[in-house]
C-alpha cells in the first residue's frame, strides 16, 4: 500500500480531484496548507511598505492506494492535472503504508481501503 501526498496550487485543486475520480481513485483528503518552494513567493506592498509573501497558499491531497499499479495511475493523474510548466506547480510524495485497518468493521490492509461494504 501507499500514500501519496501532493501538494499543488490553490486553482489546480478542482482539475486534480476530477483527474483523480476520473481513473476511479476514492478515499481522497484535501486540505489547505501554506507552504514555499523554489519560486521562494512574491513581493507585496501592503499599507505602503514592500512585505516579502514566501508562504503561499497551496492545496494537499493525501490518497491510500493498494498497489504499485494504482500509485502510478494516481501520480500521472495528479501530475497531468496540476502540471503548468511554471515554478509552483507543486510536489508529490509517496509513502510505503505499512498498516491499514478500517474502524467500522475492523477491516485491515487492502480490505481497509477498498470501497465500504
Not at 476511479?24 to 514592500?50: A, E, H, L, P, W
Request: glycine content about 10%.
Amino acid at each position: 500500500m501507499f500514500k501519496i501526498e501532493a501538494i499543488v496550487r490553490e486553482e489546480a485543486m478542482e482539475d486534480v480531484k476530477d483527474a483523480l475520480m476520473g481513473v476511479d481513485v476514492r478515499g481522497i483528503t484535501i486540505s489547505q496548507v501554506m507552504g514555499c518552494g523554489t519560486q521562494m513567493g512574491y513581493t507585496q506592498v501592503v499599507r505602503g511598505s514592500k512585505v516579502m509573501m514566501n508562504m503561499l497558499p497551496k492545496i494537499k491531497f493525501e490518497v491510500v492506494v493498494s498497489n504499485e499499479h494504482w500509485r502510478d495511475i494516481a501520480v500521472k493523474a495528479i501530475t497531468g492535472a496540476a502540471h503548468t510548466g511554471e515554478p509552483g506547480d507543486g510536489k508529490i510524495f509517496i509513502y510505503t503504508i505499512d498498516k491499514a485497518i478500517r474502524i467500522r468493521t475492523g477491516e485491515e490492509d487492502t480490505e481497509a481501503i477498498t470501497p465500504a461494504r
